[in-house]
């Protein structure tokens, strides 16, 4: 037992005698008084009690350099604090320390609990490094906010203490049970996680990092009216007979029934509406009772919904998002609101409610990306010195990054120099040679793209796809090209002006099997493919001027222009020269023609895949950017399609895939764009599988919406669905040359890590999972197994 | 009012209409610049009493292995074709096998299909299956209703659509039944209604000359 008598006095306490017994320490908490990180002062955040009839808690912050002053002795007590595992209140080993006072020049402050309003808590981001806790006091003060720098703090990087290898402040905070001393993923919440013994902690619904300490009634009313707690719905439907009885809603669509875990969800705060219209006793018997229960559950949503947003509505600064507003939220704004939304939320129950939780989530994002373009917009007013911070902060992911302390990357991405005919001229000798090497010239097309303008796409297209060979002479070039014609030509004679071959046999048609699973043994159909293709090539991109059929006026009625709109629906192809069975489509012309035979001459090329829907899709920006060029058309196809399926083609795989990757975005960008990230992926500059990295990273900018809102498969499907051409391209791709970076990083860090422990086989055993020895901890937190699927994620170029 | 989610799934040929007539129907809208529908989409329709979920999957039947997670739990299937082509026709038996195959229901006999001849804004001489042709087809196959529609024109959309909803309705509640468990079997027999026969309705009388032919036209 360590005894000191108090030298200073606080201001704020007057009791001379009173002794302060240390209950709470925290090395390497900051104080940070500029914004130069030289200017930080590390020091102890403790809590410390003040002993009397009615303890008295205090938080405190001290300067290291104040107990340095203090000597050595005083230094330790804040040091065996921090280590202790345990935190008993009524240990006899109690700690009593000097209390400084609030010096302005040191920072240092020390103040009860119960003068503390609330806790402003920021876990850390990759943006910031370091978590922080700002400290607003009821007089209205604010204390210099903690930054927590657990990287040198003791108790995160004692040994017996490892930390999480998975950051958890998703789930922050952690209940108070779960807490084992630094167990919390990072300073702050191991302090808030203490602070919770001593005081009343509400976390404000409205403002997830706003903690309020021992809050009023009206500040408990304001903040905890949770509307949309994720689970007071299907707690509700748990809690009832409803969940078994006759419901409307289809068992497989039920919720899970909660009641069956036994303990309660530790992170629900239980507090929103809805879980608050339950009465203790809810275990209603009746299904009709439930339902009562459920309907007015709903009414206070109603009521405190409208509040709600009405209040934010109604400020300027939602005025320009108004307009993109769901139609059940923009109600909201309107006088009778009040109405519209009760009878929005009444008339539905719970289907309503399920389907608000995507008009939420997507609410949600429009307001996100107002946010984002209005702060690209003023990042573009600043000097051009700061753009480069401002792409580096294009990649914030925090998942990948938790799990290891390595730098972020940054990309390398300049869309706004696309290489132009100059530079690329300059890239060529006299002979056509190259005098760059094809990664260069691969890293350039990724960096920068190709200028829109001129011809140039035509040229550098056949290049990044393989149809020219890059190391050769013009003349050796077109020599090869002429061979490429040739077959193009050969190959398409095989079916143009020879009908016989739809009538084959062994190509006639068959009617849909059930042998779908194992397609690759079902007869070939070349009539069958020959009037999908048609049909698909008739309904794709049709608002490019080359895909354009002479417009028909609408107002001229069918009986006085019969031929006309006959014609219109005739083919006059080579393709299907026997219209009978195409049935009603739209009007065809030469260069949806022409497209088409591409595509059928492709099933003659390549004759186990065949036509798959999609393919249209892939090609018509081709031949747009080709001028209708057919042979480089489909030679350039022909290389699309071997990066888009691979050596062997198992349609299988790719039909598995989302359609996102399936027709590589096609369809989630304007043309335009679809033009500009096809090039990128098509260099296979860092990665063959590109295409993954950016569905990652349009995913990831969707994160939070996706986690916080949806829930069934339907809502997450149809929130993708509503992406299309939302999303913005350029930050996208930067986004996905981060996350390539960040995991091609992370997997070397793996392997290096790995390789420096294989000498020392005593500590694998340690590492193996289940493997306690005696409950000793692990000394290194176990590296994760690579699958072989990851790894080849690595590979590029082809 | 409670609410049902339905899930309807539209089979059918490449290019019968399947996305138009989802779309005319939930968003009162037709383009002519549909694309063709890769793997499966769907929409939902909200509706007074129930939210329905409408899974247009794609006509080529390589995608179809897809199928087995879309179709579970359907609780009614859409057989589209177009009646310009007979082909489109003659393969609505395959599609209706398909959809049993892979779907699996409790009771296939009584599954419930509606049958939809697209297109019937196209001039008279192009048509290839008669209505009569069609009619036959669906009373051979346990009465399915028949509608003749529009996408395009928005004809008999609505009134075919109401008509899966109410057998899709009758199927969920039945559905329902067979979902709990077997110790309630001696209550069950004796609570349960007795439900009427799934098809005693005939469909409406199809009506070409519909006062709903106002052209929507083309939204691009």
């Known amino acids: 037992m360590v005894e000191i008598k108090r030298s200073d006095i606080p201001a704020s306490t007057s009791r001379d005698d009173d002794r302060y017994r240390l209950v709470y320490s925290k090395s390497k908490v900051y104080v940070n008084p500029t914004a130069y990180a030289r200017d930080n002062i590390p020091g102890f955040v403790a809590l410390v009690k003040l002993e009397a009839t009615n303890p008295i808690y205090l938080l405190a912050w001290i300067p290291e350099t104040l107990l340095n002053e203090k000597g050595t002795s005083e230094w330790d007590k804040f040091v065996k604090i921090e280590e202790k595992a345990t935190w008993d209140d009524e240990d006899d080993d109690v700690v009593l320390i000097d209390l400084p006072t609030q010096r302005p020049e040191s920072y240092a402050f020390s103040v009860p609990l119960t003068s503390i309003y609330s806790l402003l808590v920021q876990p850390p981001t990759l943006s910031s490094w370091y978590g922080s806790i700002g400290i607003n006091l009821i007089n209205g003060d604010t204390l210099p906010t903690l930054h927590f720098h657990d990287d040198e703090s003791r108790s995160f990087t004692l040994p017996t203490l490892p930390r999480p290898l998975v950051d958890n402040t998703s789930t922050y905070p952690p209940p108070p049970t779960h807490v084992a001393k630094s167990g919390n993923s990072w300073g702050g919440e191991d302090l808030l996680s203490r602070l919770r013994s001593y005081a009343h902690i509400m976390r404000s619904t409205l403002q997830p990092s706003l903690f309020l300490i021992d809050p009023s009634r009206a500040d408990i009313e304001a903040h905890s009216t949770q509307i949309f707690a994720d689970d007071a719905v299907d707690d509700i439907l748990a809690q009832s007979s409803f969940a078994n009885s006759h419901s409307p809603v289809p068992a497989h669509r039920r919720p899970r029934p909660i009641s069956t875990s036994p303990l309660p969800n530790p992170y629900s705060h239980r507090s929103s509406v809805l879980h608050r219209s339950l009465s203790p006793t809810s275990n209603i018997q009746s299904s009709s009772q439930a339902r009562m229960a459920l309907l007015q559950s709903f009414s206070n949503i109603t009521r405190a919904t409208r509040h709600a947003a009405q209040n934010i509505l109604s400020h300027p600064l939602a005025k320009p998002i108004v307009p993109h507003l769901p139609d059940p939220v923009r109600s909201l704004v309107n006088a009778n609101g009040e109405w519209e939304w009760g009878s929005w939320v009444e008339k539905g129950g719970v289907g309503e409610f399920e389907s608000a939780r995507v008009y939420l989530a ?437 | 009012m409670g609410r049902v989610l339905l899930k309807v799934i539209i089979l059918g040929d490449s290019g019968v209409g399947k996305t138009s007539l989802m779309n005319q129907y939930v968003n009162k809208r037709f383009s002519n610049q549909y694309k063709a529908t890769i793997g499966a989409d769907f929409l939902t329709k909200e509706v007074m009493v129930d939210d329905r979920l409408l899974w247009d999957t794609a006509g080529q039947e390589r995608f179809q292995s897809l199928g087995v997670a879309f179709y579970r739990g359907a609780d009614c299937c859409v057989l589209v074709y177009d009646v310009n082509s007979a082909k489109s026709f003659e393969t609505l038996d395959s599609w209706r096998d398909e959809f049993l195959i892979q779907a699996s229901p409790h009771d296939p006999e009584n599954f419930p299909f509606v049958v939809l001849g697209n297109k019937i804004d196209v001039e008279e001489n192009k048509r290839q299956v008669t209505q009569k042709r069609a009619m036959t087809w669906c009373q051979s196959k346990g009465n399915i209703p028949y509608f003749e529609t529009s996408a395009k024109e928005a004809i008999n959309v609505e009134q075919a659509f109401q008509t899966v909803a109410k057998n899709a309705l009758q199927q969920e509640a039945e559905e329902q039944l067979l979902d709990i468990p077997p110790m309630l079997d001696v209550n069950l027999t004796s609570n349960r209604p007795s439900l009427p026969s799934r098809y005693v309705d005939y469909p409406d009388p199809i009506q070409l000359d519909s006062e709903n032919s106002q052209s929507y036209g083309c939204n691009c």
């Open chain 1, 362 to 798: 997507r609410w949600a994002r429009i307001v996100a990306e107002e946010g984002e373009r209005s702060r690209r917009r003023e990042a573009q007013t600043l000097p051009s010195s700061s753009l480069e911070e401002e792409s580096s902060t294009l990649g914030i992911f925090e998942l990948l990054h938790s799990t290891s302390n390595l730098p972020t990357p940054k990309t390398s991405r300049d869309p706004s120099h696309p290489i132009d005919e100059q530079l690329w001229a300059k890239w060529f000798a006299e002979d056509g040679r190259p005098t760059v090497r094809i990664e260069e010239m691969k890293r350039e097309v990724f960096r920068r793209g190709v200028s829109t303008e001129g011809k140039l796409r035509q040229i550098v297209w056949p290049f990044i796809l393989g149809v020219y060979e890059w190391d050769a002479t013009r003349f050796e070039r077109e020599q090869k090209w002429d061979q490429k014609r040739k077959l193009y030509h050969e190959l398409k004679d095989q079916w143009c002006g020879v009908p016989e071959v739809f009538d084959r046999p062994d190509v006639i048609e068959v009617r849909p099997t059930f042998v779908s699973r194992f397609q690759h043994i079902l007869t070939k159909k070349v009539a069958q493919e020959r009037h999908r293709i048609d049909v698909d090539c008739r309904r794709t991109d049709r608002t490019q001027p080359l895909f354009v059929t002479p417009p028909t006026n609408a107002s001229i009625s069918k009986s006085t222009q019969p031929n006309d709109e006959k014609s219109n629906y005739q083919r006059y192809s080579t393709i299907s020269p026997n219209m009978s069975d195409i049935g009603a489509q739209s009007p065809t012309n030469e260069h949806i023609d022409r497209h088409a035979s591409i595509l059928l001459t492709y099933n003659f090329y390549e004759k186990d895949l065949g036509y798959v829907q999609g393919m249209s899709d892939l090609c018509a920006p081709i031949y747009v950017v080709m001028e209708a060029n057919e042979e480089l058309t489909f030679w350039c196809f022909v290389e699309v399609m071997h990066r888009m399926v691979g050596p062997s083609p198992l349609p299988e795989h790719g039909i598995k895939l989302n359609n996102w990757v399936l027709i590589a975005f096609k369809r989630e960008f304007p043309f335009n764009e679809v033009l500009r990230l096809w090039e990128v992926l098509w260099t296979d500059y860092y990665s063959n599988d590109f295409v993954l990295f950016v569905a990652l990273a349009v995913l990831e900018s969707h994160r939070d919406m996706i986690l916080r809102y949806l829930v069934e498969f339907d809502e997450i499907l149809k929130y993708c669905n509503e992406l299309s051409m939302t999303i913005e391209l350029d930050t996208t791709l930067a986004q996905a040359e981060v996350l390539f970076l960040s995991f091609a990083q992370f997997v070397a860090d793996v392997d290096r890590r790995k390789a420096e422990e294989l000498p020392t086989p005593s500590t694998s055993g340690i590492r193996r999972r289940g493997t306690s020895e005696g409950g000793t901890p692990p000394t290194t937190i176990s590296l994760p197994t690579l699958s072989e699927n990851l790894r080849e994620l690595l590979n590029a170029g082809r």
